[in-house]
């Protein structure tokens, strides 16, 4: 009697699990969450690019954290938990792949930034002399983003040297841990003028609050920006939906309004 009840329940509970596995189910969101770490030069082209991307794939939660490249290698190198690492030196996301910690081919170039000189709108510096206009008197502090990680900051010191002040401006130099950073620093008076990212000064804030020129691109090593997959990716799939769309003909238009440069296939 006993082991007649047990075979019925049984045969109840495999005929339960084979009803509820034919049943449609919803598609699981476990996972579809990417987790970017983005050079600071991207912070709004890159916020953009997200919300266009969200448009399309609002099944994808993306979580972005924005700081120096070389900062987020050394990082990554000890598995920091992000699934895509965008920067703005494609010699980051090499390394990260000579030692095997990346997703296989997913390397890729999204951009070439460039460099500006901003001020405020009220300063007097002379922005028609170029980056020369920064041996003015009144440029005292003169903020770029710090050269062992930022590579942002690597450029501005390669454009002074390059245009023969240097030597001149090194000690009226202020460093921020990022381009970012030493935007804000120009932006709210902690400098008189900043070497920034083109696409920090086409911002609306920073439009508002100041003035630019371009650096000559000859002045310095180009910016090749790239990115790539991390292999531990919790959602590679996910992740390769957002590269596709960076790369892709929204992404560039977003990234050609912020002053970027978009590099042939």
Known sequence: MKQRFFLVIGVAAIAAAAFWFLLPKKETTIGKTVAIA??????????????AFKQKHPEITVTTSYGSSGNFYAQLVNRAPFDLYLSADIQYP????????TLPGSQFTYAVGHLVVWVPSASPIDL?????????????????????????????????????????????????????????????GAADAGIIALSLALAPAMQ????????????????????VILRWAANPGSAQLLRAFITGQSGKEILRRYGFSIPEA
């Not at 983005?38 to 919300?51: G, Q, R, T, W």
């Not at 090499?94 to 910690?101: G, P, T």
């Not at 609050?209 to 990115?227: F, H, M, S, T, W």
């Open 208 to 227: 508002k609050a100041g003035k630019y020129v371009e650096i000559p691109l000859e002045l310095y090593p180009r910016l090749e920006q790239g990115g």
């Open 128 to 188: 028609s002399l170029g980056i020369r206009a920064l041996l003015d008197s009144s440029a005292q502090k003169v903020a770029i983003a710090n050269p062992e990680y930022a590579p942002y900051g690597r450029a501005a010191v390669a454009a002074l040297t390059n245009s023969g002040i240097y030597q001149q401006l090194k000690s009226r130099l202020i460093y921020g841990d990022n381009i970012a950073q030493t935007a804000q620093f120009a932006q709210t």
């Open 94 to 101: 090499n390394k990260l792949a000579q030692q095997n910690l």
């Open 38 to 51: 983005a050079a600071s030069d991207l912070k709004f082209a890159l916020e953009e690019v997200i919300a």
